[in-house]
């Protein structure tokens, strides 16, 4: 199976680059410029756009790297609301800066609205505090069919966070 994985800035290390005219890229957060010919490939990666965003197209897996697909229009923008909302609450989930910036890299850049998704374990565990926090706190009434889109990709990720974790046991076991 294919990875596609959008591009992040090379300068602020959030935003996604959008294509700006023939083989020239821009960040969509903040303008930084790249030509295509400065994205180092390696054997069977390629560069491919995707919802207008730069991704590398990979033709293997990637250790460390996990796959979660959405099945509902809805996930993508209740994932991306749930981090901007752990964004903005100052005792929120965010505690880390490494995870403030992670989180606004998934919100801008890797949470594309078709997916499939590839992502990391400290992604994973960043979307996994956030649900875990959001569900905590919202007790608003909402449509049963997208309350039940929205539990269908919660536990989608927090399977895929479990993965990441067994795998970061095993590779531990493995390198003793
Ligand atoms: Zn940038």
């Known amino acids: 199976m294919s990875i596609v994985m959008p591009i992040a800035c090379a300068q602020c290390r959030i935003g996604p680059y959008a294509r700006l005219r023939a083989a020239l890229y821009a960040c969509q957060r903040c303008g930084a410029q790249r030509r295509v010919a400065e994205f180092e490939l390696a054997s069977g990666e390629r560069l491919t756009v995707q919802?207008?965003?730069?991704?590398?197209?990979?033709?293997?897996?990637?250790?460390?790297?996990?796959?979660?697909?959405?099945?509902?229009?809805?996930?993508?923008?209740y994932l991306r609301a749930t981090l901007h909302r752990a964004l903005l609450h100052e005792l929120g989930p965010l505690t880390q800066p490494e995870q403030v910036e992670i989180a606004l890299r998934l919100r801008e850049a890797t949470l594309t609205d078709r997916g499939p998704w590839s992502l990391t374990g400290a992604e994973l565990g960043t979307l996994v505090e956030s649900l875990r926090w959001r569900r905590g706190r919202a007790q608003t009434a909402v449509d049963p069919h997208v309350d039940r889109a929205h539990e269908n990709i919660t536990k989608a990720i927090a399977s895929a966070y479990e993965d990441a974790l067994r795998a970061l046991e095993e590779g531990k076991g493995a390198g003793q």
């Open 51 to 77: 919802e207008g965003r730069l991704c590398i197209q990979r033709d293997r897996a990637v250790p460390g790297i996990f796959t979660v697909e959405p099945t509902h229009g809805v996930q993508a923008p």
